[in-house]
């Protein structure tokens, strides 16, 4: 593997298990699953940002990756037959920027209304992979900014996302959980009264968007495009069930957190993320402790 700042071999994937100070070793059902899934000569691991590789955190632009799953990312882009990609509700201007993808990596913004299939360079510019809305479309989402504002302004701690797609409102801030989830009550209702916006629902979030696109979408216009053999595919929220549910035999699929879910398989928390993702870097090296010539 190069030497790109983060895991480089596995004697580094091995000291990371051992330093990171948490037991979140994946059970064996999926330790096998990760095994069959890296065995296939070529394959997409696609992830979420919030509430997956990063935590959730009340400030949104102050997410980042957890450092061992940033680790692992890195590792993982680096070998040959695999390609890492970001699938999330992120604009991607924003997710460039909060999640720092390592070169070559591919990135699905916008719950799938954007998509940046050249590969992540530190050259990228924001117009790569941007979202172009119709007349109708462009009206619609000033008008999902307008009622988001005014109403985020009543509620101390509520705040709108302005994404290109549309609008989010976030409540993760409100100290009245009660208070934040009547916000989003209300946020819901002027979204429906705005013609071609639909509403999408997320952890003290609520999205309203003018393009219709699923994460599944853009797993699946991915998986097209690299001309994967087989997906692996974590997330942690209700829009990431779209991208579960069109995960196929041979596929494997990681949901992080509580809930209900179309996911085979579950971790606790973000920071467990890692070790799944240096379970593929280990049997994709082929469980050496030697690095490989690349």
Same mark, same amino acid.
């Given at each position: ?77 680096? %070998?040959?037959? #695999?390609? +890492?990609?970001?699938?999330? /509700?992120?604009?991607? $201007?924003? @997710? &460039?920027?909060?999640? !720092? ?104 979030? %609520?999205?309203? #968007?003018? +393009?219709?696109?699923?994460? /599944?979408?853009?797993? $699946?216009? @991915? &998986?097209?495009?690299? !001309? ?67």
């Amino acid at each position: 593997m190069r030497d790109s700042g983060g895991i480089r071999d596995i004697r580094d994937i091995r000291d990371a298990d051992s330093a990171d100070g948490r037991d979140a070793s994946p059970s064996a059902e999926l330790s096998g699953a990760l095994e069959r899934f890296a065995a296939h000569r070529q394959v997409l691991v696609c992830l979420d940002f919030d509430g997956c590789v990063a935590e959730l955190v009340p400030d949104a632009d102050a997410a980042r990756p957890v450092p061992a799953t940033a680790a692992a990312i890195e590792a993982l882009a680096d %070998l040959d037959g #695999v390609t +890492v990609a970001y699938v999330s /509700g992120r604009p991607l $201007e924003t @997710l &460039r920027r909060l999640a !720092s993808p390592p070169p070559g990596s591919l990135l699905i913004g916008s719950h799938g209304a954007e998509a940046d299939l050249q590969g992540v360079s530190p050259a990228d510019g924001a117009h790569v992979g941007s979202l172009e809305l119709t007349a109708d479309q462009s009206r619609a989402r000033s008008r999902l900014l307008e009622l988001f504002e005014d109403l985020a302004s009543e509620v101390d701690g509520a705040w709108v996302e302005h994404k290109p797609a549309g609008a989010g409102m976030h409540v993760r801030r409100v100290p009245d959980e009660q208070l934040g989830d009547a916000l989003l009550d209300r946020a819901r209702v002027a979204a429906e009264g705005v013609r071609g916006a639909q509403a999408k629902s997320g952890k003290r979030v %609520l999205e309203a #968007v003018v +393009v219709q696109a699923t994460k /599944g979408e853009g797993i $699946e216009r @991915l &998986r097209a495009h690299v !001309s994967a053999d087989a997906v692996f595919f974590a997330g942690d929220d209700v829009t990431d069930e779209h991208g579960f549910a069109v995960l196929r035999e041979g596929d494997v699929g990681v949901k992080v957190g509580p809930g209900e879910t179309a996911a085979g398989h579950r971790i606790d928390a973000p920071e467990d993320l890692a070790a799944v993702l240096r379970e593929i870097v280990r049997a994709r090296d082929g469980g050496t402790d030697a690095p490989r010539d690349r």
